[in-house]
């Protein structure tokens, strides 16, 4: 049980910082660019706050490729379940790029591709190039705020969220659902 040697510490300096040390360095204004006028859409007539007064009876509806997949899984027909959630007639719209992205999908979604080329439901010829049929039932959407919107993906729901007025129908535990209609019903 000895001793620790103790070394003595000569001379201790201060640590500075160098005169280049890039935290001394003042940071560069960028020139102010010219402020541009952004353009706010203009909202429609028909709303009345987050409430679609446009939305009556014929309801139209717009269906996405993956809600008529749903449908076939849970084995719910369409037309009658709108009917049966919504109270009143429906006319079912499917636009060319959702029968394009079915087709494109394969052999998987034949029976969903039989549905959706049935002549009771309206088909709408896109006048856009490209086959995504998320961005055309957007751009749809945000033109005409006549339209109910039936979808389960995710990525389309959230981007309809931020249109105000326009309702989303979903299809899960063997029924379908909607969010956002006005209580006008």
Known sequence: MGVQKRTRKFAQVKRIIGQRDARLKKPVKEPEKDKTVREVPQASSALFFTKNTALSPPYSIIVDTNFISRSVQLKLDMLPTFMDLLYAKCNLIITDCVIGE?????????IALRIAKDPRWERVSCSHQGLYADDCIVDRVTKHRVYLVATNDRDLKRRIRKIPGVPIITASKGKYAIERLPDLL
């Open 102 to 110: 079915m087709e494109k999908l394969g052999p998987k979604y034949s």
